[in-house]
């Protein structure tokens, strides 16, 4: 299958405003079931959810790229200014010298495990692109949690996304990194936890 070719009855469509915010209840369970999983361990919660996706109603240029099986959200990719996001991404930024202004980050791609594999990925990547562009940035960046080598969670083949990511020309940013904190499955508490930015000129 080319990345061209999506199966019967799957579509992927760029989303704003209305349209972007009738469908964040779906995203944000998406996000707790996906991220449930190696490696954020993301034990979420729907108020956790609707304070944190806040942003996307807020900020007039947001992006939700939707995987839709029939009307049925099945994968998911959200985009904002980067001046739009929290506080927490933005800042390890400014050593870059590069005017927030010209950043569009790229907050998740979360698709269920059954819809993987058939080139979700690369059309999220490429609608978050073309947003980027249409909005005059000349950057597109995201975070990927670090977690140790050696983590007792770790499953024994996974495989990280980073060959992915680099055949898209991204590339990580060396000593940039973010801080993010949210309650590990069977935690107590929240925890911060590191995330690697990677970014791309466009």
Not at 48 to 59: G, N, P
Not at 123 to 135: G, K, M, N, V
Not at 157 to 165: E, P, S, V
Request: proline share 6%.
């Amino acid at each position: 299958m080319s990345r061209d070719d999506l199966p019967p009855g799957i579509t992927v469509r760029a989303l704003q405003g209305a349209e972007l915010e009738r469908h964040l209840d779906a995203v944000a369970g998406l996000r707790i079931a996906v991220f449930r999983d190696w490696p954020y361990l993301y034990d979420g919660s729907l108020a956790f959810e609707r304070d944190y996706l806040q942003t996307y109603r807020e900020s007039a240029q947001a992006l939700l790229v939707g995987a839709f099986d029939g009307d049925r959200l099945v994968g998911a990719s959200t985009s904002t200014p980067m001046e739009d996001h929290a506080a927490e991404f933005a800042a390890p930024l400014a050593g870059l010298g590069l005017p927030l202004t010209t950043i569009l980050y790229g907050a998740e791609s979360v698709v269920l495990p059954d819809y993987r594999g058939l080139g979700l990925g690369h059309r999220f990547f490429d609608l978050r692109e073309d947003h980027a562009r249409a909005l005059g940035r000349s950057h597109v960046a995201y975070c990927s949690v670090q977690r140790p080598e050696h983590h007792p969670a770790r499953p024994t083949q996974y495989r990280t996304n980073d060959a992915f990511w680099l055949g898209r020309g991204y590339a990580p940013l060396p000593g940039v990194i973010a801080e993010f904190s949210w309650r590990d499955v069977g935690d107590a508490d929240e925890s911060k936890k590191p995330l690697q930015f990677w970014m791309r000129e466009l």
